[in-house]
Each structure stands twice: as structure tokens, then as C-alpha cells.
């Protein structure tokens, strides 16, 4: 079964055995707006907890996502260099970013669960 959990940053992370699957929140992307370009980095790159893996541009602003868990990318969304609207249509099913292949599972284990992360957007709101 996959799980999901979330960062302080409004990013998602589900896991699937050692895969895991990262996406923006419905919330960061309503709070981005329209969003007209993504950067995608290549398979094979790897990432370490915290450090900036995907840039996401909007009307409003740029944001740069970063690596949930330490990892090597797996897989990419590359529908999204030609259609990054799917983001904002649907953020956990079409709209994915990358697939990491995860280091440490510790790493995953640390992330907020939904009602953490719940109280997290009341504070912000």
C-alpha cells in the first residue's frame, strides 16, 4: 500500500516499496496559480534531502522544489515540459514530477502525515 506524507514546503511524497513518487500539494499549486513552466532534472541525477531538484514557474512567481528523501531519479514527468497546466488540473495523479529511488527510508519516515500536515496550512492560513 502506498502512503503519503508532505513537507513544510507543500510538496508531496508517496511511497511505493523503494520508489518515491514527489508532487506539489493542491495547496501550493492554488497558491502558485497557472503555472507555465517546469524544469525538470534528467534520470540518473541525484538528490540529497533538502536540496533543490525541480524549478516550477507560474504567472505569479518561480519555486524550486526540493528532494523530500535523498534518492536517484528514476523516472520523470516528461508530459509536463509540454502541458505543466497538469499540475494545476490534477497534482497527485497526472501532475507528478519526478520518481526517486530512496536512499534512507528514515528520510520518508520524518515527513508530515496528513494531519500534521493539515495543522500546518491552518497555521499558515
Known amino acids: 500500500m502506498a ?13 511505493e516499496d523503494h520508489t ?25 541525477d541525484k538528490f540529497s534531502e533538502g536540496e533543490e531538484m525541480v524549478v516550477v514557474e507560474s504567472v505569479k512567481s518561480v519555486s524550486n522544489i526540493k528532494a523530500p528523501v535523498s534518492g536517484e531519479v528514476v523516472e520523470v514527468n516528461e508530459v509536463l515540459e509540454a502541458e505543466p497546466e497538469k499540475i494545476n488540473k490534477s497534482p497527485f495523479e497526472e501532475g507528478w514530477l519526478v520518481k526517486l529511488d530512496i536512499e534512507d527510508d528514515s528520510e520518508f519516515e520524518e515527513l508530515l502525515d496528513e494531519s500534521d500536515y493539515e495543522e500546518l496550512k491552518e497555521e499558515e492560513a
Not at 31 to 43: A, C, K, Q
Open 3 to 15: 502512503e503519503i506524507k508532505y513537507t513544510e514546503d507543500h510538496d508531496w511524497a508517496k511511497k
Open 20 to 44: 518515491v513518487i514527489v508532487g506539489i500539494t493542491d495547496f501550493a499549486q492554488n497558491e502558485l496559480g497557472d503555472i507555465v513552466f517546469v524544469e525538470l532534472p534528467g534520470s540518473g
